[in-house]
């Protein structure tokens, strides 16, 4: 059974920090990508940022320079080191895992950045 455990959300004032962790347990094939996304009420998921089993990372323009994402393939975990946070920040995040031919979502983990 596929798990994905998110942990590191909670609540932080502007121009703090927080890092995000998850990870995936009972995955049988090659992990892929790993990302994170987040999502606000009424609002569609978007991504945040995204690495490749090769390291290669993707980042949306509104996190650049102040988010990193990182990844341990021994352990199948993703992080998302936040930093400089800001308001606009505050969502659920989620974590996703690809594998062929598949794909896995976390539960999501709220972040909450206060002016």
């Known amino acids: 059974q596929v798990q994905l455990v998110e942990s590191g959300g909670g609540s932080v004032q502007a121009g703090g920090s927080l890092r995000l962790s998850c990870a995936a347990s009972g995955i049988i094939f090659r992990i892929t990508t790993m990302g994170w996304y987040r999502q606000t009420p009424g609002k569609q998921r978007e991504l945040v940022a995204s690495?490749?089993?090769?390291?290669?990372?993707n980042y949306a323009d509104s996190v650049k320079g102040r988010f990193t994402i990182s990844r341990d393939n021994a352990k199948n975990t993703v992080y998302l080191q936040m930093n400089s946070l800001k308001a606009e920040d505050t969502a659920v995040y989620y974590c996703?895992?690809?594998?062929?031919?598949?794909?896995?979502w976390g539960q999501g983990t709220q972040v909450t950045v206060s002016s």
């Open positions: 996703k895992v690809s594998v062929e031919y598949n794909y896995y």
């Open positions: 690495i490749t089993s090769g390291g290669t990372t």
